[in-house]
C-alpha cells in the first residue's frame, strides 16, 4: 500500500506534468480536490438521467443522484478555495462551510422521501436552508466579502504581502546561484553554486515548494552564522523547539554517535546528563545475562519487575507496581516461585474446582475463559468432603432432568427401594405427594396420570366417622395397571345381560362391560381414615340398585345373630320358594354339599341333613331363622367374618383378614357401629379432606384408590378449600420428569439462571452467571451436562496459570481469587506454543537472578528489526543515553561500544543556541556544515578540502553570496 508520502509526492509530479509549478501544495490539493467533485456531481447527474429512463424505485434513483451530486458540488467550490490566494482563516471558515454542506447532505439522505413535502412531517425546507448556508459560507469568504467590502486583508491574501521575510536579490552574474534538482528518488535536493559548487543540502524536500522553504530559511539565516571548529568529539547542547533541552554526541566530522534518552525542562539538567555519561561512560561495565533475569524499571512512581532472557526478550512482568525497588524485588522472587508450583488451568469446557473458604471447603464450576459459572451452596469440612461431592455429582449430572421454575411439574424419584413423586406447584411448593413408596416406576406414574386426568372434575367431601359409598364398577379397571386383566378395553364390548336380584337386596349384573350408562356398581362402608369395613360381594345393575342392597344390608345386619364354628357346619335354611333346603359349608363359606332337593318342612330337610352328618362327625349344626354374622378362619389361620341372610347368601364380608377371633369380632361391630351412615355416589374422583392436628387431604379415585396426598398442612377448612383450585390446574397441567441424585431446574424473568437440586429439592448450587433469555440459558445448561463427566476437579493452593485464547494465546499467573500477579509478555500463535513458552518461564524464573546496576553500566539491545545498538543505564536501571547507529550483531555493537568510550572521554561540550557553521576533520581533509540553533544539519560542503584554511574560504564564500543567491529548478 502505497504511503502519504507517496501519494503526496505523485499528486505534486501529476499537477507539474500537466498544469504547470505550483506555488504552493494548496494549489496542488486544491485542483485534486476539484477534480474529484466534479467526477462525483458529474456521476450524480448522469446516473439522474440514465436511470430516469429506467424502471428502477424514482424515490431510490433521486436520492442516490441527489446525495452525489450536492457532494459533488460542495467539493469543487471548496478545491477553488484551495487554489485562490486566501488567507488561513478564509480557509478555516470555508471548512466550515464544507462541513455544513455535508451536513445538509446527510439531512436530505435521511428526510427524502418520507419526510419530504407531502409525505411524512415536511423538512425540505429546513434541508435547502442547511445545504444554501454550507455553499454559502464556501463561496462567501472568498468571492463576495471582498466584493462587497472592498477590502481583501481578512480573508484573502493582499498583493505583494507574505508572512516570510523578504528574500534578497542581487546581480545575477555575481551572485550565488540556488540549484534545485530532483534525485534518484524523485525528492528535490539543491547545491550551492558559485562557479563551482560549494554546498548541498543534506536532506530531500518532496515538492518544489518544500524546497524553495528550506533554500529561504538557509538564506535568511545564513549571513548570522558564527563558526564552531570540531577537532575532536564533541556533545551538543542545545533547545529543541518545544523549549526541552537534549543533547548529542557527534564524532570529529559530524556524525552522531548517541544522544541522550529524554529531554530535560532545564539546561542544567541536560548538562548533568553529560556530566554522568563522561564521568562513568568510558569505564562502565557491559551488563551480561545468563539464562535469565528480573530487571526492574520506575513508571509513574510505581517500581514494576521482568523476567528477560539472554536476548533480553521479555518473558513475563508484573502486573501491578510496587512503591519501592525493594517491594519489587520481593515480588519478582515470590513470581518465581509460585510460578514454579502452580498448575496450568487447562479447562478446555468445564472444570471444578474446590476452594477453601474461612468456615471450610466449597467447589465452583469454572470454564474455559476461568469464568465461575455456579457454585455450592454447602460448605465442607474437607478438602476432600468437598472432592467426593464434586465425584458423585458430576455422573448424575449428565442425565439430570430439565425442569423450569414458575411451571407445575411432577417429580418422580427413588427413595431407597421405592418410587415416589411429588406435584410441584408454580411457586415451588410441593403440594401432592404419592401416597406412598411403589416397587416400580410406572405405578407412581400412573398415579401421576390419575391425578392430573381427574383433578379438575373432583368434588370435596368430607366424611365424619364413616360413609357409604357407591361407585362404579369400571373405576376398579381405570385403577388396575395397564397390564392387569380389565385394564385395556377389548376391542369388542361385552353383551350385557338382564341382571339377577342379588342377596343383599340388589340386583346381580354378570360379567357387565365397563361403559358410563351399562356399568356394574358397587358399594363399600369407609371410615374417615379410608378404612374399608364391609363391601358389596356381587356387582349390581346400577347405582340405584347398589343403594337398594345398602338398605337390606342394614336391615339384615341389624337383626343378624353372630355365628361362630371353626370347621365345616350344617345348615338348615328356607329358600326363596318357601321350601326348606341343607348344605354343609366350610370355615370360609364355600357349599361343600347341598341337599339336591327342596323338603315341605324344617324336620324333613333336617332328618336328611343327619344322614349325611354322620358322615362329618365334626360338622357344627347351625340354624338361621333370620340373617346371621358368622366368624370364621381360612387355612391360613387368621379370621374373619360375613354376614348371610337367612336363606343362608352372603350379603356383606369382611374386606379384610384378622390375626385373632376377637380381632375380627371387632371388625364386625364396627360394620355395626357405622351401620346408618350416610350414602354417597362416587362417580368421580374426590379430595377428601379430614383433620388431625391441622387440615389435610387425600385425592380418592371412584375404586376406593388414594393417588395423591397433601404436600402442606392447613390450619383450617377454608385454607384447605381455597387452595384446591389452585392444585387442581397445577395437576392437569404439569409436565413429568424422572429426578435422580441431581436436577437442574431453569428460573428467572428479565435474566435467566439455573442452580443444582438434590432429591430433597435443597438446592445443591448456584449458577453465577445469568442469560439473556430461557434459551440461552438451557445452552449453557446443554454445555454442562455435555462436559460433566470429563470435566476435572482440580484445587488452587497457592496460584495458578490461567490460558486466553481470545484472540492469539497467552497467559496469566492469578491466586486463588483470580487476582492476576503476572502475565506473559507478547502472544503465542498456538496453544502449543504457548505451553512451551510457560514450560521456559518454568524453568528460567527459578535461575533469574537481580539484573545488578552499577553507578553505570553499557547494554546491549535489539531493536524491532534485529538491528543492535548500545544504551547505558544508571544504577536505577535508568537509561541516560542511546546509540544512535545500529549494527549487524551485537559483537559488532560491542566493538562499535569501544570506540564510542574513547569518544565519550575525550568529548567536548558545545553549546548551540544559534545557526553556525562547524568545521571537521574528515578522512582526506576538512569539511563544514551549516547546523541551526536545534542542532539539526541545514547544508554541508560538497568536497572535501585539504586544509582547514580552504574550508573556511568556501564556507566564508558561501555566507557571503547565498542570501543573495537566486533559485533556479531543473528536472
Known sequence: MASLTDIHQNLFQLYEHYVGEPDSSKDVYGYWLFIVGYIIGAAGVASFVIGYAGEGNPYTLIRISGVTAATGLAFCLFGIVLMLPVRTRGIQASVVGLLVALGGVGFFGWAYPYNWRNLGVDYSVEVISVYTFGIGIIAGVTALVPVLTGQKGMFVEEEGTTDDPPILTGDAMEGAQFAAFRDDNGDWKWHVLHLEALAQSTESAVTRPDATEGIERVQNQISSAGLMELTTSAFRLYEDRDGTWQWTLARDDGSIVGSCAGEFDRRDGAEESVSFLKDRGPDADVIEIEGAAFTYAEKRDQWHWQLVDDDRTPLASSEDGHSTQERAEEAARSFAER???????????????????????????????????????AEFDSRRDAEKAAEALLPALESASVTVSGEPTYELYESGEEWRYRLVDANEHVVARGPEGTAERDASERWTNQFGDHALESDVVEIKDAEYEVYPADAEADAAPDDAPGGEDDDLPTPFEEPEPAADGGTVADDAPAADDTSPWHWRLVTDDREVVAASTEPHADAEAATTAIERVREQASEAELIEFENAAFQVYEADSGEWRWRLIDEDGNVLADSGEEHTSRGEAAEAMMTLKEQAPDAELLEIETAAFELFVNEDDEWGWRLIDEAGKLVAEDPATHPTRGAARQAMNRLLEYLDSDVRTMDRAVFQTYATEDWHWRFVMPSGETVAVDGEAYPTRDELVDSLDDIRDAAASAGRYTIGDVSVQLYGTDEWRFRLLDRDREEIADSSISYADREAAMAGVDELQANATDAPIFAIDDAAIRLDGSDDWSWELVDRDREVIANGVGTAASKADLFDAIEEVRQLAPMAGRVDFDVASFELVADEDDRWQWR????????????????????????????????????????????????????????????????????????????????????????????????????
Not at 343 to 370: K, M, N, Q, S, Y
Not at 883 to 902: F, M, N, Y
Open 339 to 377: 510460578f514454579d508450583r502452580a498448575r496450568v488451568l487447562d479447562v478446555e469446557h468445564i472444570g471444578v474446582e474446590l476452594c477453601e473458604r474461612a468456615d471450610g471447603w466449597t467447589w465452583r464450576f469454572v470454564d474455559a475463559a476461568d469464568e465461575v459459572v455456579a457454585s455450592s451452596a
Open 872 to 971: 547505558l543505564i544508571d544504577e536505577d536501571g535508568r537509561t541516560v543515553a542511546t546509540g544512535s547507529e545500529t549494527h549487524e550483531t551485537a559483537d559488532d555493537a560491542r566493538a562499535a561500544l569501544e570506540d564510542v568510550r574513547k569518544l565519550i572521554e575525550s568529548a567536548s561540550i558545545l553549546e548551540i543556541d544559534s545557526v553556525s557553521f562547524e568545521l571537521h576533520t574528515a578522512e582526506d581533509g576538512w569539511v563544514w556544515q551549516l547546523i541551526d540553533e536545534y542542532g539539526t544539519t541545514m547544508a554541508e560542503s560538497t568536497q572535501t578540502y585539504e586544509s582547514r584554511t580552504d574550508a573556511r574560504e568556501a564556507m566564508n564564500d558561501v555566507k557571503a553570496q547565498a542570501p543573495e543567491g537566486w533559485i533556479t529548478f531543473t528536472e
